[in-house]
């Protein structure tokens, strides 16, 4: 191969040694139930050498309410951490200095509000906003597409992305303000080349709302990031990795004349949760391998491996050690990390990376024709639930094997598991909330909430009068449900 690692088109890889000098990041997703119950979750994982923290919110978070509302009863911290409040961001990350780990933060919809809640957090410890690092995924274009937890119409929910994008620019550098994510699209069941070429369209979308918004292209797009899945096909899933990082920096340099540094695609990669299985699930452990292999050998930045028992509960403690115990091993014991892009010029690899890009490419040029990402949502969902329906049609009649579903199958008792008592949670929660609502003064919450408003109405930057709402204890439900009076929500 005449390409090198660290060089245009980055095929091979971001930096010219990669893992030769450090690892990956090891950034499990945690969260459930309370903030107190996650933050023993970080402490736990951070003690067994955990390099990142990346947080999971519950549905109600996602979905812009309060954990007191109607809607959010019976949901509350069941699939992720229940976040109100500052309040509560003082819980999850008690004893935890911000300028000290890089966070995630897989939230969409309203991201806005709990970037304002992190960086609120950080002046109340006394952290400089120059020195806040990680990541809110703040891709909604994807929400619209194959996951559903989108609250606003379209146009208003990309003012918000820009909205991050101009405020992270500024104020917070080593911030990445959107994490373009190809997970949920792959997990919803698309295929390869469709996880790259939607997801890199929704890329597009948003370098062109950046850019209609103001800013420059090196002012934003050496801080995007982007978000893929790991799923069994060991070098299909390495030769994805390499083709969308190719395919992202031709785009940006053909288009938009971008730098070396901007062209750079980052991504971060969890494995893949819709190929585990209920049935035998130990048998999880070795798919989670493979797919963590697949991510390694294909350069990403960071990683999630999933518990083994993610398909029947939220991960034990016990699954959540092995998952990072598995790439405390890939990274000390495979060898892995001695070369920058390992299967680099393997006749298999570059065809596959080849095949990949061009069938992304031809997904990229539909779409446009269609008139961009934000007009082809349908045309996406239509692709996804066509290759789902392929995919289950397969394992159904016997062409595409699963062990322990349709091939190699046995009775086994379930395992034992104890769920958290979600009742109590809840009722915790909602008791916090209710006394924190009638403990503040009302009437610099209604100004703070004017504020907001006053700003959707306008083309005013969202994130500041956020950040001075939620330090008043505005709620994430009350920010959001004064942008749905302004807005309306989105009925698609």
């Given at each position: 191969?005449t390409?090198e690692?660290g060089?245009?088109?980055f ?7 990669m893992?030769?000098?450090?690892v ?7 969260g459930?139930g ?5 933050n ?8 067994r ?7 999971a919110?519950?549905?109600p978070?996602q979905?812009?309410y309060?954990?007191?509302a109607?809607?959010?009863?019976g949901?509350?911290?069941r699939?992720?951490v229940a976040?109100?409040?500052?309040a509560d961001m ?6 935890i200095?911000?300028d000290?780990v890089?966070?995630s933060m897989t939230?969409n ?7 304002a ?6 002046d ?5 906003r120059e ?6 995924q703040n891709?909604v ?9 989108y ?8 003012r ?7 405020f ?12 373009i994510s190809g997970?949920?699209i792959?997990?919803a069941?698309s ?6 070429g939607f997801t ?7 370098v062109a709302?950046?850019?209609d918004s ?8 050496p801080r ?11 070098l299909?899933?390495?030769a994805k990795?390499r083709?969308?990082?190719r ?12 730098s ?14 819709s190929?585990l299985t209920?049935?035998?699930?130990l048998?999880?452990?070795v ?14 930045q960071?990683?999630?491996?999933n518990?083994?028992d ?11 050690k ?5 790439q405390?091993?890939l ?22 990376t080849?095949e990949?890009?061009?069938g992304?490419k ?5 779409i446009e ?13 239509h ?10 049609m ?19 008792p ?7 008592d979600?009742s109590s949670?809840?009722?915790?929660q909602?008791?916090?909330l209710?006394?924190l609502k009638?403990?503040r003064?009302s009437g610099?919450?209604?100004e703070a909430?004017?504020?907001?408003r006053?700003?959707?109405r ?14 008043a204890?505005v709620t994430?439900g009350?920010?959001s449900?004064a942008?749905r ?6 009925d698609g």
């Amino acid at each position: 191969m005449t390409e090198e690692a660290g060089k245009y088109p980055f095929t091979r890889g971001i930096y010219p040694d990669m893992y030769q000098g450090r690892v990956w990041t090891m950034r499990q997703y945690a969260g459930f139930g309370t903030a107190d119950e996650t933050n023993e979750r970080f402490r736990y994982l951070l003690d067994r050498g955990q390099t990142g923290l990346s947080v999971a919110f519950d549905l109600p978070t996602q979905m812009g309410y309060d954990s007191d509302a109607a809607m959010a009863s019976g949901e509350v911290g069941r699939v992720g951490v229940a976040i109100d409040s500052l309040a509560d961001m003082r819980r999850l990350f008690d004893g935890i200095q911000l300028d000290a780990v890089s966070t995630s933060m897989t939230i969409n919809a309203t991201a806005p509000i709990l970037l304002a809640l992190y960086v609120a957090l950080g002046d109340e410890q006394g952290v400089s906003r120059e020195a806040l690092a990680g990541t809110v995924q703040n891709d909604v274009l994807k929400e619209y597409v194959a996951r559903g937890t989108y609250i606003y119409p379209v146009e208003p929910s990309l003012r918000l992305v820009s909205d991050v994008i101009a405020f992270t620019s500024r104020e917070i550098p080593k911030w990445n303000p959107v994490s373009i994510s190809g997970y949920h699209i792959r997990e919803a069941g698309s295929t390869a080349p469709q996880e790259v070429g939607f997801t890199l369209a929704n890329g597009l979308e948003y370098v062109a709302r950046a850019l209609d918004s103001g800013l420059g292209i090196e002012d934003f797009a050496p801080r995007l990031s982007f978000f893929f899945a790991a799923h069994n096909d060991l070098l299909e899933e390495a030769a994805k990795f390499r083709a969308a990082r190719r395919l992202w920096a031709t785009l940006l340099r053909e288009r938009f004349d971008a730098s070396d540094r901007a062209c750079q695609l980052r991504f971060h990669t969890q494995t893949g949760g819709s190929t585990l299985t209920a049935q035998q699930p130990l048998n999880n452990v070795v798919r989670v391998a493979i797919q963590a292999l697949a991510a390694t050998l294909g350069g990403t930045q960071s990683l999630h491996t999933n518990g083994y028992d993610e398909a029947l509960s939220l991960p034990s403690r016990g699954a959540a050690k092995l998952a990072l115990r598995t790439q405390q091993i890939l990274a000390a014991e495979s060898g892995v990390t001695r070369s920058a892009d390992p299967l680099g010029g393997s006749y298999y690899v570059e065809a596959l990376t080849d095949e990949i890009e061009r069938g992304a490419k031809e997904e990229i040029a539909a779409i446009e024709r269609l008139g961009g990402a934000a007009k082809a949502i349908e045309y996406m969902q239509h692709e996804i639930q066509e290759a789902a329906y392929r995919f289950q049609m397969e394992i159904e009649s016997g062409e595409r094997t699963v062990v322990g579903v349709n091939a190699h199958t046995e009775e086994e008792p379930p395992p034992e598991l104890r769920p958290p008592d979600y009742s109590s949670l809840e009722r915790a929660q909602v008791e916090r909330l209710v006394a924190l609502k009638g403990a503040r003064p009302s009437g610099a919450a209604g100004e703070a909430l004017e504020r907001i408003r006053g700003a959707a109405r306008s083309t005013e930057n969202l994130i500041p009068p956020m950040i001075d709402a939620v330090k008043a204890d505005v709620t994430l439900g009350e920010i959001s449900d004064a942008l749905r009076g302004e807005w309306g929500s989105y009925d698609g």
